[in-house]
């Protein structure tokens, strides 16, 4: 039997036993995208408040604690600041439902246009101007940053400026064979997906070339309705491409 102990702070406020009544924590990716290279944590809180006593406003910080009950004590995992995005309350059961991010969703409200790039400067250069516009810093967990790119006046990176900071730590943490969220020290941290110290060199030579052996005419287009009906256009020639609808 494992016994979890939860807590939350509002503003360095904890609040009492029995108002929180359950915490959910995910990690996304990029909105739009199936897998993301960084990756954003989003915290639901839901507590229970019949005295309106609780005050929460957006943006506010907030922090919450899952831990497990070691030797007599409560042991809590290490988790980010959170920053209240929505809040929804109920006034028939009196409970509060906050949604809350990390800091790298404040990373989505910025621009590269509003980084002030001096070249030269290395890719880890490029995150630390990034990581100092979010008011953090920025940590690799390799030995030493990889600093694969320098950036000279007239090869910037190819970015018109309108690109999110998130896109960019996306393309970063791409580039680098990282993903990239924020730690436990509220800092972005770049790891990496493989154990490997030394990076396996993939050369031209390395590639293969794959061909169709037969072509192929996709020339009918059939529609197929919840309803039975069956709606074709286009000629008997090839293959059928077949579209269902909901």
């Keep these: ?5 939860t807590g ?7 609040l009492p036993d029995g108002k929180l009544q359950s915490i959910t924590i995910d990690r996304t990716p990029t909105i739009g995208k199936f897998f993301g290279y960084s990756l954003c944590q989003k915290a639901v809180v839901k507590l229970t408040d019949k005295e309106k006593t609780v005050s929460v406003a957006a943006g506010q910080m907030i922090k919450c604690y899952i831990g497990v009950l070691v030797d007599g004590t409560p042991e809590y ?7 209240i995005d929505n809040i929804e309350r109920d006034n028939k059961t009196n409970v509060i439902t906050i949604t809350a991010y990390d800091l790298l969703n404040s990373a989505s409200r910025h621009t590269v246009n509003e980084l002030d790039v001096v070249p030269p400067i290395t890719l880890t250069g ?11 810093a920025v940590l690799w967990s390799t030995s030493s940053a990889p600093d694969v790119i320098t950036y000279e006046a007239d090869n910037l990176p190819n970015l018109n400026g309108t690109e999110t900071l998130r896109k960019a730590l996306d393309a970063i943490a791409e580039i680098t064979g990282t993903i990239c969220f924020i730690g436990a020290d ?7 997906l493989t154990t490997i110290e030394t990076p396996i060199a ?8 794959l061909s169709s052996q037969d072509s192929v005419t996709i020339s009918k287009i059939t529609s197929v309705t919840e309803l039975g009906n069956n709606i074709s256009a286009g000629t ?11």
């Design 1 to 5: 039997k494992v016994e979890l102990y």
């Design 8 to 14: 939350t702070t509002l503003s360095d406020t904890f």
């Design 77 to 83: 995992a290490a988790n980010p600041n959170y920053y």
């Design 126 to 136: 490029y995150a630390d101007l990034i990581a100092a516009k979010l008011g953090t």
């Design 186 to 192: 509220n800092k972005i941290h770049f790891k990496q």
């Design 202 to 209: 993939i050369s031209c030579d390395d590639y293969i070339e």
């Design 236 to 246: 008997d020639t090839g293959f059928n491409q077949i579209i269902r609808e909901n």
